[in-house]
């Protein structure tokens, strides 16, 4: 029997797309609880036949309103089930999903739908007056309605012929350094992602994770939530990671999964619930999105011995997992960012693409089925960011013998004082180290004689004085290395991922002189 061509181009199996793997899920354990969705006023559950079934009506539901194929739909929104329901949606009907960040302002959320040319905008109601002083009436929809739709009525397959080559998403990129991009994410690069994050994070079937981070960051979607989903796991998720939630519920609902970036995780040490949190059935904790301090780590690690910490380190537009430090790595090598995954190949080269020997620092570059296919309508930044199929990371590292990666800090924060290089990060790791130190982030400050004078801009645990904090960073320094100046803040200004904006912090010192 010739089995080559019983599957049609519109087989509403969509067996290499994301909403596919789904099915596949759905198929396997259609009454496993796929989803608990906990928010104040509400909690609700999903199987996995439910859930899929919710997302071939949002999918019809998409194509009845009009929408065709390929064509981009914004979601603004903070994390539900109904979020995901319409990306999940999207890629079924062979839409474009674009997430846009919830914390924006009218001009950013201008800019991100129509630099993505969004014919639609789905947003949380508590949006509503943001969205309509930026989208024309008929062109907005509340997520409400889609998850209302999505919950009954009949099942019918939309039968759209999406292939693993088609686009799944507009990933912006963060935009710490420049004005964001929106990486071209195709079906066949996120799905090999997860298959990475699967491998190289020790995903299990039986794996209970906590969502908390937002779901329009590649990180909690595609590294932990979709593989998860791939897996037939049973997730619980949440609007936002707050403290005292969090740790209530890894506790009463003994969840075994959960990851953060480090300032969450400083704040979860740091809650006067923590030493009391029966935290037992933790297996598995990641980190990632920013650096991990060194300090911080250790205090984690020696609270919570019975749980497996791991690096989680990458960036958008590779889907984002690249590498990770696994956890009997972390012994040996605590400042590492880890090997890299299952498909992604890496090398450290000079300005001029040639490949540097061990440990010789240089910039990183990706070559792999997981990368982007390039930025959405900017063919300039797209041509700059790859050599042929190499692609460039902007991340300075280094790599031993060993394979393992070390960042040393992204190219545009190291800082050229009179002439010598500096990482922000190595000043970062010492500043952390001062007892009174809540946060830091080290910068370059244009000036006459220096060039850039290197300056930290702290969040302090208790009153601190400025030259005080020098002095003690010079006894650990060498001279070019000790900050030139220190700003206290009452916080640091951090996208959704925790990754600090460290071009608002320039804009701010140089902007007025006293900005802070």
């Known amino acids: 029997m010739d ?21 596949r899920s759905a198929a396997r354990t259609p009454e496993r609880r796929a989803l608990r969705y906990t928010a104040p006023g509400t909690d609700r559950s999903w199987t996995y036949r439910e859930l899929d079934d919710a997302v071939t009506r949002a999918a019809a539901h998409l194509l009845a309103l009009g929408l065709r194929p390929g064509d981009r739909v914004a979601a603004l929104g903070r994390n539900s089930d109904a979020y995901l329901l319409l990306f999940l949606a999207c890629g079924r009907a062979g839409l474009v999903h674009v997430p846009v960040n919830y914390n924006c302002n009218a001009a950013e959320l201008r800019y991100f739908t129509e630099q993505s040319g969004s014919s639609a905008l789905f947003h949380d109601a508590a949006f509503g007056e943001l969205v309509a ?31 693993d080559t088609d686009l799944a998403q507009l990933l912006y990129t963060s935009g710490t350094t420049a004005a964001p991009k929106g990486a071209m994410m195709t079906h066949r690069a996120l799905l090999h992602e997860y298959l990475s994050a699967v491998v190289g994070l020790d995903l299990r079937e039986g794996d209970r994770p906590l969502h908390a981070l937002p779901l329009y960051h590649s990180g909690q979607l595609h590294v932990f939530l979709l593989p998860a989903l791939l897996l037939g796991c049973e997730n619980h998720l949440v609007q936002s990671p707050d403290p005292a939630q969090v740790l209530r519920l890894l506790a009463a609902e003994r969840l075994t999964s959960f990851f953060a970036p480090p300032t969450v995780w400083t704040a979860l040490a740091a809650h006067p619930d923590f030493p009391t949190t029966d935290l037992g059935a933790l297996e598995k904790a990641y980190y990632g999105a920013s650096v991990m301090p060194a300090p911080v780590l250790e205090r984690l690690r020696a609270a919570l011995p019975g749980t497996g910490f791991y690096n989680a380190f990458g960036q958008s537009e590779i889907a984002p997992l690249a590498a990770v430090l696994r956890p009997e790595e972390h012994a040996d090598r605590p400042g590492s960012a880890g090997r890299t995954v299952l498909f992604v190949e890496a090398r450290v080269v000079d300005p001029q693409g040639r490949e540097l020997p061990p440990d010789e620092p240089g910039e990183l570059v990706y070559r792999s089925p997981q990368l982007c ?20 990371s902007g991340d300075l590292v280094r790599r031993d013998a060993d394979g393992y990666l070390y960042v040393v800090d992204r190219i545009k924060d190291v800082i050229n ?27 370059g400050v244009p000036h006459p004689h220096w060039i850039e004078a290197v300056t930290a801009v702290v969040v302090a645990r208790e009153p601190l004085d400025g030259a005080e904090l020098i002095a003690w960073l010079r006894e650990r320094l060498p001279a070019h290395k000790t900050p030139k100046a220190v700003h206290f803040v009452a916080a640091l200004p951090k996208n959704a991922s925790g990754k600090v904006l460290k071009r608002e912090l320039r804009e701010r010192v140089t902007g007025s002189g006293n900005a802070f």
Not at 139 to 152: F, G, I, S
Not at 153 to 163: C, L, S
Not at 418 to 435: I, K, N, Q, T, Y
């Open 3 to 23: 089995l080559s061509n019983t599957a049609s181009a519109a087989d509403p199996l969509h067996p290499s797309t994301v909403p596919g793997l789904l099915r």
């Open 133 to 163: 002083a930026v989208r024309p009436a008929g062109t907005t929809r509340p997520l409400e309605d889609l998850l209302t739709v999505a919950q009954h009525g009949p099942v019918e397959d939309p039968g759209v012929p999406v292939r």
């Open 417 to 443: 004082t009179g002439g010598v290089l500096v990482a922000s990060r190595e000043v970062e790791d010492v500043l952390f180290a001062h007892p009174g130190v809540a946060e830091a982030a080290v910068i």
């Open 373 to 392: 296919t390039g930025y959405w309508d900017k063919p300039e930044e797209t041509a700059a960011a790859f050599d042929g199929e190499w692609f460039r």
